[in-house]
């Protein structure tokens, strides 16, 4: 099936270094959305977004919308140990607006 | 507290032995799905529900039955499972507005495993 093809599968970063990430697919998406996994837990939503271009942020958090509508990036700033976890992408396909595509997610880990 | 609820949180069972896991929201909405995640393989839809009595295959259907006949729960059920249904299992549930799904709530997991 359809899939978001995120990168980098994971990263191993140090306290305080900024982060990035980025979920492509071969379609055009028109909401792009990012969620974190924490261990052991479900994930949650950091950011939603709905516009080709759009940059949002959530705290140190930053996520945009590639003008192309077929990419989107996530950034996080000055990295801090609770950051760890597993960011996925995810959109509903075209023409579908009844389900979820998630990318495989991107395991972040943050060494103090 | 919002929340969505599953139970149970662990599961060790035998093959062919049906089970059920339970989810339960109390926001009163609309939507709500389960998933499997296994590594490497990511999340997976297995069923989701517009509303009441109203349930649609996932991605990944094969050997689980849902229903839907509250708003609030969604149970998922396996009649026969089987070792390759050895996952982490997550029940979520979303507003739906304006015909936007993305704001999944996630329930807390159910870890499943069968021998």
């Known amino acids: 099936g359809q899939q978001l093809n995120q990168s980098p599968q994971s990263m191993f970063i140090q306290e305080g270094e900024d982060v990035s990430m980025n979920c492509t697919s071969s379609s055009i998406f028109n909401t792009w959305l990012w969620y974190k996994q924490d261990p052991g837990e479900g994930p949650v939503l950091l950011i939603a977004?709905?516009?080709a271009g759009e940059l949002t942020s959530n705290g140190r958090l930053t996520a945009q919308f590639g003008i192309t509508r077929k990419d989107s990036f996530l950034n996080i700033s000055a990295s801090i140990p609770s950051d760890v976890g597993i960011y996925f992408c995810a959109g509903p396909p075209p023409g579908n607006n009844r389900k979820l595509i998630w990318g495989l997610g991107t395991s972040l880990a943050v060494n103090p | 507290e919002a929340q969505v609820t599953q139970n149970p949180r662990y599961l060790i069972t035998v093959t062919g032995k049906k089970l059920t896991v339970t989810c339960s929201q109390n926001?009163?909405?609309?939507?709500m799905s389960w998933y499997r995640q296994d590594p490497g393989l990511g999340l997976r839809q297995i069923y989701y529900s517009m509303n009441v009595e109203v349930t649609d295959k996932g991605d990944v259907p094969e050997g689980y039955k849902v229903s839907r006949k509250e708003k609030r729960n969604f149970p998922l059920i396996l009649e026969s499972p089987s070792p390759n249904q050895t996952s982490l299992y997550f029940c979520?549930?979303?507003?739906?507005?304006?015909?936007?799904?993305?704001?999944?709530?996630f329930g807390p997991g159910t870890r499943l495993t069968v021998l």
């Open positions: 979520a549930s979303s507003p739906f507005f304006s015909g936007r799904l993305d704001t999944q709530y």
């Open positions: 977004l709905y516009k």
């Open positions: 926001m009163n909405h609309e939507y």
